[in-house]
T-cell receptor
Framework: DAGVTQSPTHLIKTRGQQVTLRCSPK?????VSWYQQALGQGPQFIFQ???????QRGNFPDRFSGHQFPNYSSELNVNALLLGDSALYLC????????????FGPGTRLTVT | GQQLNQSPQSMFIQEGEDVSMNCTSS?????WLWYKQDPGEGPVLLIA?????ELTSNGRLTAQFGITRKDSFLNISASIPSDVGIYFC???????????FGTGTSLTVIP
């Protein structure tokens, strides 16, 4: 039973560029949440996707957008990258949008230079 | 935004000692979770709490949902080297699906 997988593992981008990160949820899970974790901080909620729609959003600008596909996998897109976007981006899946037990992937480490 | 404060920020203990850490919030939560994160990995769920006053154990770990619903506590008994890592609390309000994470407690166990 595969857990949550994310790709790529690491990524280096330049300021102003755009990036797409990918996530496959745990088998049987239909809800995906994305988090940003800056160095030395706790994860910060970006948004949650369920039934291919954004269900809730944290305090992040519109440069952060996402998508969920019919197979429940998800993408996180960040436009016009800033240095401050450098962080570990975590994907978490759960068997429903109100379920409490989220399972996290290993994350994608994004470095913006 | 919502801030969850964890204390202590870091702990250095001898193997075999017990550990206590806590998490406080300015808001009332109806769910508290405790996670452990190892370097280069995502957080792993340790314990989930759903009711004020609830005490739940998972092996050597015991967590409590504070009666004010604004705090939670995690205890680790007889620590071992593999307990090393960063422990995060996370809370969710009655309405909304968003989880708010704490600032983390870094635990180092000295053999």
């Amino acid at each position: 039973d595969a857990g949550v997988t994310q790709s790529p593992t690491h990524l280096i981008k330049t300021r102003g560029q755009q990036v797409t990160l990918r996530c496959s949820p745990k088998s049987g899970h239909d809800t995906v949440s994305w988090y940003q974790q800056a160095l030395g901080q706790g994860p910060q909620f970006i948004f949650q996707y369920y039934e291919e729609e954004e269900r809730q959003r944290g305090n992040f600008p519109d440069r952060f957008s996402g998508h969920q596909f019919p197979n429940y996998s998800s993408e996180l897109n960040v436009n016009a990258l800033l240095l401050g976007d450098s962080a570990l981006y975590l994907c978490a899946s759960s068997p429903g949008p109100t379920e409490n037990e989220q399972y996290f992937g290993p994350g994608t480490r994004l470095t913006v230079t | 935004g919502q801030q969850l404060n964890q204390s202590p920020q870091s702990m250095f203990i001898q193997e075999g000692e017990d550990v206590s850490m806590n998490c406080t919030s300015s808001s009332i939560f109806n769910t508290w979770l405790w996670y452990k994160q190892d370097p280069g990995e995502g957080p792993v769920l340790l314990i989930a709490l759903y009711k004020a006053g609830e005490l739940t154990s998972n092996g050597r770990l015991t967590a409590q949902f504070g009666i004010t619903r604004k705090d939670s506590f995690l205890n680790i008994s007889a620590s071992i080297p593999s307990d090393v890592g960063i422990y995060f609390c996370a809370g969710r309000r009655a309405f909304g699906n968003q989880f708010y994470f704490g600032t983390g407690t870094s635990l180092t166990v000295i053999p």
